[in-house]
Nanobody, 125 residues
């Protein structure tokens, strides 16, 4: 599976962005997916994850209530809708995928096998 993240950019605090993660492959629907981010000088941080179904989602406390995660299996694409952005959301955002055998999510980076190249989100104050 190859992943391509896009949609990053510069936005003012309080604004919104939608990130996309396009995947290759014909079994996309069998993959659990996630978003991670890395701010300058910091370790990678889990952001959000989704299982096979739209109801199986999990968010970090720092983004809960502001970000939503979704997937469109017909388009082999995952999305991260980011609202009420804060300067502390500034980071490179990475999408990740792993083959799964049940409808579940994963929130540790070590559990993912495939990674996109990252897209930069900058939130100005």
């Amino acid at each position: 599976v190859q992943l391509q993240a896009s949609g990053g950019g510069l936005v003012q605090a309080g604004g919104s962005l939608r990130l996309s993660c396009a995947a290759s492959g014909r079994t996309f629907r069998m993959y659990s997916l996630g978003w991670f981010r890395r701010a300058p000088g910091e370790d990678s941080e889990f952001v959000a994850a989704i299982g096979w179904s739209a109801d199986t989602t999990y968010f970090s406390d720092s983004v809960k209530g502001r970000f939503t995660i979704s997937r469109d299996d017909a388009k082999n694409t995952m999305y991260l809708q980011m609202n009420s952005l804060k300067p502390e959301d500034t980071a490179v955002y990475y999408c990740a995928a792993r083959r799964s055998y049940s409808d579940t999510y994963y929130y540790q980076s070590s559990e993912y096998d495939y990674w996109g190249q990252g897209t930069l989100v900058t939130v100005s104050s």
